[in-house]
């Protein structure tokens, strides 16, 4: 064997081995962040963490209760603005449009999927927070909503595409009329791969901290109602990791555990509840 | 076959023929209604944004005009307004995530579309996707405790004794900067030039490795010189799409670089970004020159993002459309 030859075989072996490592470093990477979270905050996830409110500056102890319920509320109220403008658009794209219409709503989706999380905060403080003049729940559900509607139009009309016609062709045949077709036959068929997309979205939006920040703003105690600011546990994480404080960093680290071990556990779900054989797609 | 395609043929002009209110009455034409004001409301929503965003900032641009892209004063007291700061920390922290990310995610997506058996790929792939799932706020808070006192501690005196007669490499280092916030970044968008990359590398017909092997070329010279090569435009879709990913990088970015409105060479230096700047100064922004200011910078942001996501989506498309032509033929 020449030396040349051997050389080019020492240069293939040596960047395949280097592409490996490359793989084997950036997945580490989530071992490293969960091992950190579990390490700094497993010892402070406790009892009080989260069923107590904050305590005042300067005591240690106390809980973030009002931001998990604020969290889930928040996701609630967004799920609930999101999800039907999603799915109902998903459904119009997938079965009714043409052509150009379609077109332009899938043009518009894309669009608001890549706009920066902080610039939809922007946008809900001007639509929600400026005419009510004030910070509140509502506000920063409607901007975690906006952040949905985009995957779950795209999925939904993804999924509904890659139902097969012969289902459509049977229930028409059988004399339902086309929404019946679509209702009984068409999303029950695609309603894992809709379902997944879903949850995918919601775990997306429940880590956003940038759009809450001018929305739902923060609260210390109980949010009394909807149209007062909450606290969330991202913005709870946020405030807690940039304080002076020894006892908020402990703090930081529990409720990003709780939060990452959520999202985490939302994500495998779904991508569990989808069946081998259907991709998931990427937002 | 032959018995299903008249049925077809007969239902269409049937159904055609329907009177419009009797569709009425099937519902049809509500369902499609309906849906069709749902779809209609995210092309509603998507326009009220860029107006809302184009009108909420007409003052700056009254009175600064272009000024306000290349002055570098942010004095809230004296009511002037000037942007570059935030442009230049945006711009070189993106750099920074950029030059160390690329070459990870794009020799881990040669490692899971070339190299690993589709099984290992899969599942290493799973773990990339979760990856990208992690909030920002969770790499925040990372970055705080664990990068800024690495940061203090190890990295910068590593660099700034061997190569601290560079400007970029100049002391003091306060944990906090420039480098900081683009490590952090680059680890948030590895994930993204990972997923996308390797699914351009994928859509490579395998009829060119083929014969790139049938050549003689080794593994690595038919991956670099023949695949690399193919899918070239779409592993730049994917470098753009992180990079509009990194410039919209808000919460781990301030809890990094320092918030600083300073423009300094050393990438030790503290500085501020665009997403920083809106997210710690929008709820104090008192009048309406300071509010409108940073809904002017929040437009500036929206609209290189829109620039790039519109070029990355091309030049993916682009790709996987050549592959999957081909491989078809």
Redesign the interface.
Same mark, same amino acid.
């Given at each position: 064997m020449s030396a040349r030859v051997k050389w080019?075989?020492f240069?293939?072996?040596f960047?395949?081995t280097?592409?490996?490592?490359?793989?084997l470093?950036?997945?580490s990477? /989530?071992f490293l &962040?969960l091992g950190? #979270?579990v390490f700094?905050g497993g010892t402070s996830i406790n009892w009080a963490f989260f069923t107590q409110l904050p305590k005042p500056v300067g005591e240690t102890g106390g809980g973030m209760a009002n931001a998990i319920v604020g969290s889930a509320k928040l996701l609630m109220a967004a799920s609930l603005f999101g999800v039907?403008?999603?799915f109902?658009?998903g459904?119009?794209?997938a079965?009714?449009?043409g052509g150009a219409?379609a077109s332009?709503?899938r043009y518009?989706?894309?669009?608001?999927n890549?706009?920066?999380?902080?610039?939809?905060?922007?946008?809900a403080?001007?639509?929600v927070v400026l005419p009510f003049k004030q910070f509140s729940t509502l506000a920063g559900a409607f901007a975690l909503g /906006?952040m949905m &509607?985009?995957i779950t #139009?795209r999925s939904t009309e993804e999924f509904l595409n890659g139902v097969p016609r012969y289902l459509r062709?049977g229930a028409?045949?059988l004399g339902a009329?086309?929404?019946?077709t679509?209702a009984s036959v068409v999303v029950p068929a695609a309603y894992r791969g809709i379902l997944t997309a879903i949850l995918?979205a919601l775990?997306?939006v429940?880590?956003?901290?940038?759009p809450l920040?001018?929305t739902a703003?923060g609260n210390r105690f109980w949010s009394r109602g909807w149209e007062q600011p909450t606290a969330s546990l991202?913005v709870m994480?946020?405030t807690y990791?940039?304080s002076p404080y020894e006892d908020w960093?402990r703090q930081?680290?529990a409720a990003?555990l709780v939060?990452?071990g959520l999202?985490?556990i939302i994500?495998?779900l779904a991508?569990t509840i989808l069946s081998r054989g259907i991709a998931?797609p990427?937002s | 076959m032959a018995t299903v395609n008249p049925t077809i043929q007969s239902a269409g002009p049937a159904a055609g023929s329907r009177s419009f209110l009797s569709k009425l009455r099937d519902g049809d034409e509500i369902a499609r209604l309906i849906t069709f004001l749902f779809a209609a409301s995210v092309v509603l929503i998507t326009v009220l944004l860029v107006y809302e965003l184009w009108i909420s900032s007409a003052l700056p641009r009254q009175k600064f005009g272009l000024h306000f892209f290349v002055t570098q004063v942010w004095d809230p007291v004296m009511d002037e307004y000037g942007a570059l700061p935030f442009i230049y920390g945006t711009l070189v922290t993106s750099v920074v995530s950029l030059l160390l990310a690329v070459p990870l995610g794009i020799g881990a997506s040669i490692f899971l579309a070339e190299l690993a058996p589709p099984q290992i790929s899969d599942t290493l792939q799973f773990f990339i996707d979760l990856l990208a799932a992690v909030p920002s706020v969770i790499y925040g808070l990372l970055g705080v405790f664990i990068v800024v006192p690495l940061m203090r501690t190890v990295i910068f005196p590593g660099l700034n004794k061997p190569l601290g007669f560079l400007p970029f490499f100049k002391g003091p280092s306060y944990g906090v900067g420039f480098l900081t916030a683009g490590i952090v970044m680059a680890i948030m968008v590895i994930p993204y030039i990972i997923s996308v990359s390797r699914e351009v590398l994928l859509s490579v017909p395998r009829d060119q490795r083929e014969a790139a092997l049938a050549l003689g070329s080794t593994r690595w010279e038919s991956t670099w010189k023949v695949v690399v090569p193919f899918a070239k435009t779409g592993i730049m879709g994917s470098i753009f799409l992180a990079l509009a990913r990194a410039l919209g990088e808000t919460m781990a970015v301030t809890m990094v670089i320092g918030n600083t409105p300073k423009i300094s060479a050393s990438l030790f230096a503290p500085g501020y970004s665009i997403a920083a700047v809106i997210a710690n100064e929008f709820t104090e922004a008192t009048g309406d020159l300071y509010l409108q200011s940073l809904i002017e910078l929040g437009l500036v942001l929206f609209l290189l993002t829109f620039i790039l996501n519109g070029l990355a989506r091309l030049l993916i498309i682009v790709t996987t459309q050549k592959g999957s032509g081909v491989g078809n033929r």
């Open positions: 080019r075989r240069v293939s072996n960047m395949l280097l592409t490996g490592l490359c793989a470093v950036s997945v990477v /989530l &962040i950190y #979270l700094n039907p403008i999603g109902l658009g459904i119009y794209l079965e009714f449009s219409v332009v709503v518009a989706a894309d669009l608001l890549g706009v920066p999380s902080i610039v939809i905060g922007i946008f403080y001007s639509m /906006l &509607i985009p #139009l062709e028409m045949a009329s086309k929404w019946k679509i995918l775990a997306r429940a880590g956003e901290t940038a920040l001018f703003f991202p994480i946020f990791a940039v960093h930081a680290w990003g939060l990452l999202i985490l994500n495998i991508r998931v990427r | -």
